[in-house]
Antibody, heavy 118, light 107 residues
Framework: EVQLMESGGGLVQPGGSLRLSCSVSGSTCNNCALNWVRQAPGQGLEWVAGISDSGGTTFYADSVKGRLTISRDNSKNTLFLQMTSLRAEDTAIYYC???????????WGQGTLVTVSS | EIVLTQSPEFQSVTPKEKVTITCRASQTIGSSLHWYQQKPRQSPKLLIKYASQSMSGVPSRFSGSGSGTDFTLTINSLEAEDAATYYCHQSSSLPFTFGPGTKVDIK
C-alpha cells in the first residue's frame, strides 16, 4: 500500500508564497496520478490540482489556476505544490491524494494546514 | 463544472437503523461516482468506487447504487463507529468535484 505524507504548511501573509511537499512511499502504482485536495476549516472537500504519473499532464481548478503549480520529482518520490499570490480563501488543510487513472482517490495523506492571514 | 448535491445535509440516527444518503449530479456522469467517509480530525477514506464497488476492508453494511445522475449510499444497521461526514465525488469530467457532505450523527 502507498503511504503519503505532506509537509510545508504554515502561516503566510496574503500575497505570500509557500511550497508544500508530499512524500510517497510503499508500493508503486502505474497509471496513478497524484492530486492536491483541500478542505477549508469546517467546510467540504475541494479538488485543487492533479498531475499524471509521468508528470507530463497537469490539471487545475479554476480557483487556483495561475497561482498554484503542481509538480513531481519521481526520482525522489515527492509531489509538490508551489503556492503564490496566496489569499485568505486559500486557508485550508491540503491533502495529497493518489488517484487511479484520474478516477477515485484511494490513498490520502494526513494533510498539512496552510493559514493565510496578516 | 458538474455540481453534486447531497441530501440530507445532516442526519441523527439510532444504532442499527438504516441510513440512506443521496447524491445528484447536475449532468449525467455514468458510474463515475465515488463515496468517502471522513471522521473528525481524519483524512477521507474511500468506501465505494464507481457507484457500487465496495473497497477492500469496508464493512458489508456499506453499499452504493445508481448511475447517470442519481446515486445512493446505504448504511445498513448503523454502528456507533459510522459517525462521520460522507462525501460523493465525480470523476467523469474536470474539474473533479465533491458533494457538500452529509453529516451522520449517532443519537
Amino acid at each position: 500500500e502507498v503511504q503519503l505524507m505532506e509537509s510545508g504548511g504554515g502561516l503566510v501573509q496574503p500575497g505570500g508564497s509557500l511550497r508544500l511537499s508530499c512524500s510517497v512511499s510503499g508500493s508503486t502504482c502505474n497509471n496513478c496520478a497524484l492530486n492536491w485536495v483541500r478542505q477549508a476549516p469546517g467546510q467540504g472537500l475541494e479538488w485543487v490540482a492533479g498531475i499524471s504519473d509521468s508528470g507530463g499532464t497537469t490539471f487545475y481548478a479554476d480557483s487556483v489556476k495561475g497561482r498554484l503549480t503542481i509538480s513531481r520529482d519521481n526520482s525522489k518520490n515527492t509531489l509538490f505544490l508551489q503556492m503564490t499570490s496566496l489569499r485568505a480563501e486559500d486557508t485550508a488543510i491540503y491533502y495529497c491524494a493518489q488517484s487511479w487513472e484520474w478516477a477515485y482517490f484511494d490513498n490520502w495523506g494526513q494533510g498539512t494546514l496552510v493559514t493565510v492571514s496578516s | 463544472e458538474i455540481v453534486l448535491t447531497q441530501s440530507p445535509e445532516f442526519q441523527s440516527v439510532t444504532p442499527k437503523e438504516k441510513v440512506t444518503i443521496t447524491c445528484r449530479a447536475s449532468q449525467t456522469i455514468g458510474s463515475s461516482l465515488h463515496w468517502y467517509q471522513q471522521k473528525p480530525r481524519q483524512s477521507p477514506k474511500l468506501l465505494i468506487k464507481y457507484a457500487s464497488q465496495s473497497m477492500s476492508g469496508v464493512p458489508s453494511r456499506f453499499s452504493g447504487s445508481g448511475s447517470g445522475t442519481d446515486f445512493t449510499l446505504t448504511i445498513n444497521s448503523l454502528e456507533a463507529e459510522d459517525a462521520a461526514t460522507y462525501y460523493c465525488h465525480q470523476s467523469s469530467s474536470l474539474p473533479f468535484t465533491f458533494g457538500p457532505g452529509t453529516k451522520v450523527d449517532i443519537k
